[in-house]
């Protein structure tokens, strides 16, 4: 799983960077997402290392604390919460 969006880091603009997911904590009442970008994803496929991001922290209230998968969940909550609003998800 993954999304594309545009992002702006260090005063640089990469209008499809390709974004996902590389850690999440779960605790019973808020859920913590650590993201890493690429300026693409040919950039990510190419194996060439994640850009340097350091806002790249997500936070959200848990509200389904019965889910089964926690990354697939936390990106649900990035998507429905408007963190990314232009982004394309499910990028593979």
Same mark, same amino acid.
């Given at each position: 799983?993954? $999304?594309?969006?545009?992002?702006?880091?260090?005063?640089?603009?990469?209008?499809t960077a @390709? /974004?996902?997911?590389?850690?999440?904590?779960?605790?019973?009442?808020?859920? &913590?997402?650590?993201?890493?970008?690429?300026?693409?994803?040919?950039?990510? /496929?190419?194996? &060439?290392?994640?850009?340097?991001? =350091?806002?790249?922290?997500?936070? $959200? /209230?848990?509200?389904?604390?019965?889910?089964?998968?926690? &990354?697939?969940?936390? @990106?649900?909550?990035?998507?429905?919460?408007? =963190? $990314?609003?232009?982004?394309?998800?499910? /990028?593979?």
């Amino acid at each position: 799983m993954a $999304f594309t969006t545009e992002l702006t880091i260090r005063g640089r603009t990469y209008p499809t960077a @390709y /974004v996902n997911i590389d850690t999440v904590q779960a605790y019973t009442t808020n859920c &913590i997402c650590k993201l890493r970008a690429w300026e693409d994803q040919a950039a990510r /496929v190419a194996g &060439i290392e994640p850009l340097p991001w =350091y806002e790249n922290v997500a936070e $959200f /209230v848990m509200t389904d604390l019965t889910a089964a998968n926690p &990354i697939a969940y936390a @990106y649900a909550q990035l998507e429905a919460g408007g =963190y $990314f609003p232009d982004a394309t998800w499910n /990028v593979q």
